[in-house]
């Protein structure tokens, strides 16, 4: 049973990688960041970062729980949700709108 615990807590810790990469993103888009763990299926899940700037990026990690563990680890992450306010402090860009649109947007 110890081993089956110890195999769950060691799979929730974030990697230095997903640590460097969330650090990374706040210093670059300010404090604080907003943080919603999303599952994405067997990949594990989707850190979506959104900076004080409202620009967005991710982190991906095997896990919800890793998800979590990432965003408690760092002090200028903030848990949150698609609520009106995170969703309203984004700033999507023209060329973001094209990218996630696909090929045909870009014909």
């Known amino acids: 049973m110890a081993e089956t615990e110890s195999t769950e807590q060691t799979k929730a810790e974030p990697t230095k990688a997903h640590v460097s990469a969330a650090r990374g993103f ?3 888009h300010g404090a604080p ?6 599952r994405i299926g067997r990949l594990g ?6 900076g004080a700037d409202g620009a967005m ?5 095997p896990s919800t729980e890793t998800g979590t563990a990432l965003v408690e680890a760092i002090d200028d992450l903030e848990a949150a949700a698609w609520d ?8 999507i860009g023209a060329e973001h ?3 996630m649109a ?3 947007a870009r014909a």
């Open 26 to 28: 706040v210093a670059e």
């Open 33 to 38: 960041t907003r943080a919603v763990v999303e």
């Open 45 to 50: 899940a989707r850190v979506v970062l959104v």
């Open 57 to 61: 990026g991710d982190v991906v990690v």
């Open 84 to 91: 009106s306010d995170t969703v309203n402090s984004t700033v």
């Open 97 to 99: 709108r094209r990218t």
């Open 102 to 104: 696909g090929p045909r």
